[in-house]
């Protein structure tokens, strides 16, 4: 018998789970997050220390931060704040925090130094800072469609290249402690988020699975194709792979039984959970 799926789909909610299971959230008054995105993790973590604690969520994108801080007023969550700041030059005093966390931020950075040293300097004596970091790239194999394999796996591949054409490293979480112990971190614990999606696992409910098709088949925005360009992905191939992804959401849409016998199996990519110790 094959027990009911547990871990949640959503990365930000398998991150807040490690998270806690690393971290003392109850002795936590002051939590930053750098690099925030639409605040799914902010919101988590807010829920964590709710009645002892705020959470003060930082991010380039203005655009971004309003839909985080309208998301988080609809599922009532008051204590956290969305404000405007960059990662490498924090607007916040020294020994501040008892949490700072960044999530696939260093990856797209690069300055990366830069913001580490920031993280360490507004983190108080005896506080933790939280580095979660891709190690690798996602991967799929389709075996109703070796043409949507290979284009899936072209398509991350580029995604790869296109950082790295522009300077930052996809796989900066490899060098996570040693940059973490360049800026004087010796107590570090790692751990890992790793999401497998099999289209057929018996565990997965039909929203889960049209969640995926749907990010799929989502249009990507022009920075991204511009990114994908820079990586050796034409902008013919990528409309191809979003068609077939199109058709098989369709078809899922239009049977939730249609893809039971399907062998589709996604890997994302791994993401490594360090939390270091700030020494007192």
């Not at 979003?242 to 058709?247: F, G, L, M, S, V």
């Amino acid at each position: 018998m094959i027990r009911e799926r547990r871990i949640p789909s959503d990365k930000s909610a398998e991150l807040a789970r490690v998270l806690e299971t690393l971290i003392d959230f109850d002795r936590a008054s002051t939590v930053v997050e750098v690099g925030c995105g639409r605040g799914r993790l902010a919101r988590l973590m807010a829920r964590l220390i709710q009645g002892h604690g705020h959470v003060h969520a930082l991010d380039t994108s203005k655009e971004v931060l309003g839909l985080a801080a309208r998301k988080a007023r609809a599922a009532g969550v008051s204590n956290v704040t969305f404000e405007v700041g960059d990662a490498c030059r924090l607007r916040l005093p020294e020994n501040s925090a008892d949490v700072v966390v960044c999530s696939s931020l260093l990856c797209s950075l690069t300055e990366v130094d830069a913001a580490v040293r920031e993280m360490v300097r507004v983190t108080r004596s005896g506080g933790v800072i939280v580095i979660a970091e891709p190690a690798g790239e996602q991967r799929c194999y389709d075996p109703d469609s070796r043409r949507f394999t290979y284009l899936s796996n072209k398509l991350n591949s580029a995604f790869t290249r296109g950082w790295k054409r522009r300077g930052a490293d996809q796989h900066v979480g490899l060098r996570v402690p040693e940059i973490l112990m360049r800026h004087g971190i010796r107590q570090i614990a790692a751990e890992v988020v790793c999401q497998v999606f099999l289209m057929n696992d018996p565990r997965r409910t039909p929203e889960d699975i049209e969640a995926q098709l749907e990010a799929e088949s989502s249009p990507l925005p022009e920075s991204t194709m511009g990114l994908l360009g820079q990586g050796g992905m034409t902008r013919g191939e990528v409309r191809e792979h979003h068609a077939i992804a199109r058709r098989r959401l369709a078809n899922f849409t239009a049977s939730r039984d249609a893809l039971a016998g399907s062998g589709y199996l996604r890997v994302m990519s791994p993401l490594i959970v360090f939390v270091g110790r700030v020494s007192e």
